[in-house]
């Protein structure tokens, strides 16, 4: 397929403001990744402190959210812009906020090291926590792959994230079989068992908003929501294109 | 050197139909029940050819708009329709343009019945220095469909009020019309146009010396229009084409390039040309 | 460092110098203009004006019976010798005057056409006669000159054409109060003659008229038919090129050439009588036929062509659009290119000369096939002839061109502004 993608616009304007814009949702993904690997690395070195610095950090995510929306609106409105400049700006805008969703996921990750550390409460044990970051280590990959995919459009790698998505679902199902054998051994564990299996899940909404954010890339591309279809229906679309 | 890249990719694409002497136009070019239709329409200018093999069905009750770089050929295509361009002497039209399954190319064909099955409306307001009244009436007694005077009164009051007008100017029919505002001008010229009811309206870029707020009147009215009438509009505005159209076609340099739902073709065009122009990426 | 804003600071009263001397150019040069335009209508009108008022002189004549062999009839009246009468008169109002050349003089005082004047007096009232009785007859042109103080007295009467007796007599009537400046009336009604005090310009106006309608006639519709053809109807091709070339060249064909024409084509083929307004139309008009071609054709390029779309888009044939719509708007500017080409026939003399217009007639013609001649012709022989009374003559004939042509003109611009549409 060829396209006009590197092709500038009339408007150098225009192209300065799209660019603008595309480095503050990298920049936003950027800080999403870090977010949970803080977050699971104050887990990991039972650090409250930086745990609570993680939440407060998630601030930063909600204002770069704001500022993508504003700047998203201002084009629209000054240049009514159409075709891929259009499914772009759209696309962004939801992507902005998968952002600012997933930077949520990674603050509740710091909220359980405050919850299992700063109280009286016993802490989990570390065999439990290994599932965290293995799962957290595998969706913070997807998102790092997603933002990767939104600077070149290469939607192999676009695939790629979908294919990931898919398999995070079996992961979910063998650490939640994994969990249920810990619980058996010791029943102590079924206190910090609710938290961690909200963890989990927070994890998996954070490969949630990955694998969204790599459908609205496809929908840059070629124009077809493919949020609600089977991976097999996007890769034919794909391969059609 | 980026910049060198850059223009590069668009050469190529152009080249890439400009070149090609075989290139399809993208796009369903056909419509069921077509009011029109024009199979390899080939135009020259002297010894220069300005569109080259244009296939495309303009559809009943329908808004086609024609968009594309100035000289692309839209508004020289526009006007084989009505076969405006048989005024210029140079100017040849070769292959099939129907009218109702009739050619209208065809020896049989007379072009004033033409014209006044095929009405257009033009760039620049161009009523007659008469009456406004009389630029209604024009057509209408030129071609005798009035009977009699209350019957002309009521086709030019029927023709004002589909074309909007008749609120502003029904108490100075007997002024003349070259006294209206630019968008009124350009409603009486659309009055007259409907005036001896034409089965295919042509419309060259109507809206070009208007103020938005006249353009945004004649839009409404174009989509008025489409009730009853099947309309071609050339318009060098991108937004005016997604705004009034049901379809859309893209010219470039003289070949038909993409026909498309005017949805498709502004939210996901499928040739990069297309897209280059509709996002000012060239043009 | 000197700004942007210095650099330019500096420049501007170089600029406005600059623009000021040109409009000073422009205002000399219709200074210029307006001076000699001025100069030509102040001496002819100065020269011409005096046309206005003629002398007359007030005699005793002698209509006693005897004069009309005894008996007073209409026959008598009209056979009379009226030359005879006023020479008596005259002789009896200087009985002292003796010699063969002194009565000459004597006689010269009054016009030679006063006893024509006389008798048609007296055909139109036959009760005058039977009596001496004072009539206010037409002066000789040299005392008319005279009487208007163009012949100084003070000169050497070897350089005068009025002699010292015959100011002497004319101081005479002037002591009497029978010297008189009347309203010029033959002036304005009669046609041309050897005497200055008889001719009269409106046999050349008749003339001018008549073949300015023949002309007019002939070449406004040919002339119009034609552009409208050429313009809107007529295929581009190299006969169409040819013809429009040629038309072109005819429009700088000097006019004598059209003269020489018309002697050929219409006196020598068709046998048209010489010094007939016709025949001057004809000419006229072929000559005025380009101009008129060429200005309707400018006239008829310059109607918008949205007006032509809009037109043929409503469906009007080529015809009907060029009728109903591209000739209304062109008819201003082809009025102007008309009345141009007929203002310039107007003024036209030498292709008349040549077709025998120059001819001397003294009746006014009452149609366009009686011989005339026309303002310019007859202001061309007044300047020709040596009579001081022709001067002022020639001079009115001007004013009088002049009259017509403005009046021709203003005729057109008021037709143009009653046709003038926007659009």
């Known amino acids: 397929m060829t396209t006009i993608q590197g092709e500038g616009h009339i408007f150098t304007r225009f192209d300065d403001e799209m660019k603008q814009l595309h480095s503050t949702v990298v920049g936003m993904g950027v800080l999403a990744v870090k977010q949970l690997r803080d977050a699971v690395d104050t887990l990991r070195t039972e650090d409250t402190e930086k745990a609570h610095d993680v939440i407060s950090n998630d601030t930063k995510l909600n204002q770069l959210d704001i500022d993508a929306d504003e700047q998203i609106t201002t084009i629209i409105a000054k240049r009514a812009p159409v075709a891929k400049d259009l499914r772009e700006l759209i696309a962004v805008g939801k992507i902005v906020s998968e952002l600012e969703r997933a930077g949520d996921e990674a603050r509740k990750i710091a909220g359980l090291t405050i919850r299992f550390y700063e109280g009286t409460s016993r802490p989990p044990n570390e065999e439990i926590l290994r599932d965290i970051y293995t799962l957290a280590d595998y969706v913070s990959g997807m998102l790092e792959k997603s933002m990767s995919v939104f600077d070149d459009l290469d939607l192999n790698g676009a695939v790629e994230v979908l294919n990931m998505g898919l398999k995070l679902d079996d992961q979910l199902q063998s650490i939640l079989r994994h969990l249920s054998t810990f619980i058996m051994e010791d029943s102590r564990n079924v206190g910090n068992f609710v938290d961690i299996v909200l963890g989990i899940r927070a994890l998996e909404r954070f490969g949630g908003h990955a694998k969204n954010i790599a459908g609205h890339l496809v929908f840059i591309k070629f124009g077809f929501d493919v949020r609600h279809e089977g991976i097999d229906v996007i890769v034919k679309s794909i391969r059609e294109s | 050197m980026n910049e060198q890249v850059k223009s590069d990719s668009s050469n190529l694409l152009e080249r890439e139909v400009v070149d090609n002497p075989d290139f399809v136009t993208v796009g369903d070019i056909a419509v069921e029940n077509p009011a029109m239709t024009c199979r390899d329409v080939n135009v020259y200018y002297a010894d220069k050819q300005a569109i080259f093999d244009v296939s495309v069905d303009i559809g009943r009750n329908e808004v086609i708009a024609m968009i594309g770089p100035s000289g692309c050929g839209k508004s020289t295509f526009l006007r084989c329709l009505n076969r405006m361009n048989d005024t210029i002497e140079i100017c040849r039209v070769t292959g099939d ?29 161009n009523p007659f220095p008469k009456s406004v009244y009389d630029n209604v009436a024009y057509g209408v007694r030129l071609h005798g469909l009035a009977r009699n005077k209350s019957e002309l009164d009521d086709i030019v009051e029927q023709s004002l009020k589909k074309a909007g007008l008749w609120n502003e100017v029904n108490d100075r029919l007997d002024k ?69 159209s049901q379809r859309t076609a893209y010219f470039h340099l003289g070949k038909l390039v993409e026909v498309g739902p005017t949805n498709d073709i502004f939210t996901k065009p499928i040739h990069g040309l297309t897209e280059g122009y509709i996002t000012g990426r060239f043009g | 460092m000197s700004t942007q804003r210095q650099i330019v600071e500096s420049t501007l009263a170089r600029r406005y110098a600059r623009e000021s001397r040109f409009q000073w150019y422009g205002r000399i040069s219709i200074l210029i203009g307006i001076l000699f335009l001025g100069f030509l209508l102040v001496t002819t009108f100065l020269n011409g004006y005096k046309v206005l008022l003629q002398t007359y002189i007030q005699l005793e004549v002698d209509l006693t019976p005897a004069q009309f062999g005894g008996e007073i009839t209409e026959e008598s009246i009209a056979g009379a010798n009226y030359d005879g009468i006023i020479k008596s008169s005259l002789r009896a109002e200087f009985p002292d005057v003796s010699g063969r050349k002194n009565r000459r003089a004597l006689y010269g005082l009054i016009s030679n056409g006063a006893k024509y004047d006389l008798r048609d ?40 054409r009025l002699k010292d007796n015959a100011i002497g007599w004319i101081d005479r009537f002037i002591e009497q109060g029978r010297v008189e400046k009347r309203f010029n009336v033959p002036f304005f009604t009669r ?12 046999g050349a106006i008749m003339g001018s008229f008549f073949t300015i309608m023949v002309c007019m006639l002939l070449a406004v519709p040919i002339g119009v038919a034609a552009a409208v053809y050429l313009q809107e109807l007529a295929p581009k091709n190299r006969i169409t090129d040819l013809i429009e070339v040629n038309i072109n060249n005819l429009a700088a064909v000097p006019s004598i050439i059209f003269g020489l024409l018309g002697l050929a084509i219409f006196l020598n083929v068709f046998g048209l009588p010489r010094s007939v307004p016709l025949v001057g139309g004809m000419v006229l008009s072929l000559m005025t036929l380009p101009t008129i071609i060429i200005s309707s054709r400018a006239a008829l390029a310059a109607v918008p062509p949205s007006i032509r779309e809009a037109a043929l888009g409503v469906g009007a044939s080529p015809i009907q659009t060029v009728l109903h719509h591209v000739l209304p708007l062109a008819m201003p500017g082809m009025l102007t290119g008309a009345i141009i080409g007929l203002a310039q026939a107007l003024g036209e003399t030498a292709p008349l000369l040549v077709i025998g217009m120059v001819a001397f007639i003294v009746d006014v013609p009452g149609g366009p096939m009686d011989p005339g001649t026309v303002l310019p012709v007859q202001i061309y022989l007044w300047s020709d002839s040596p009579e001081r009374a022709f001067v002022e003559r020639t001079s009115a004939a001007i004013l009088v061109l002049l009259a017509f042509l403005v009046a021709l003109n203003s005729f057109i611009v008021l037709l143009r502004r009653k046709l003038e549409r926007r659009w």
């Open chain 3, 121 to 160: 007096m007296l055909i139109e009232n036959p009760a005058m006669a039977g009596d001496i009785r004072p009539i206010w007859l037409l002066a000789d042109d040299e005392v008319d000159v005279f009487m208007k103080g163009r012949i100084d007295r003070n000169q050497p009467e070897a350089n005068r």
């Open chain 3, 191 to 202: 046609g041309d003659s050897r005497e200055p005090e008889q001719a009269g310009i409106f």
């Open chain 2, 176 to 244: 003349p019309g070259t006294g209206l505002s630019g968008g009124q001008q350009q409603r009486l010229c659309i009055a007259r146009a409907i005036a001896i009811s034409p089965e295919l309206i042509l419309m060259d870029e109507p809206c070009s010396a208007l103020d938005p707020i006249a353009t945004a009147r004649i839009e409404d009215l174009i989509d008025e229009l489409r009730q009853q009438y099947s309309i071609a509009i050339v318009t060098h505005s991108m937004q005016q084409a997604a705004r009034v």
């Open chain 2, 97 to 125: 343009i129907a009218l109702e399954g009739e050619d209208i190319y065809a020896r049989s064909m007379d072009v004033v019945l033409l014209r006044a099955r095929v009405g257009m409306v033009f760039q620049k307001p």
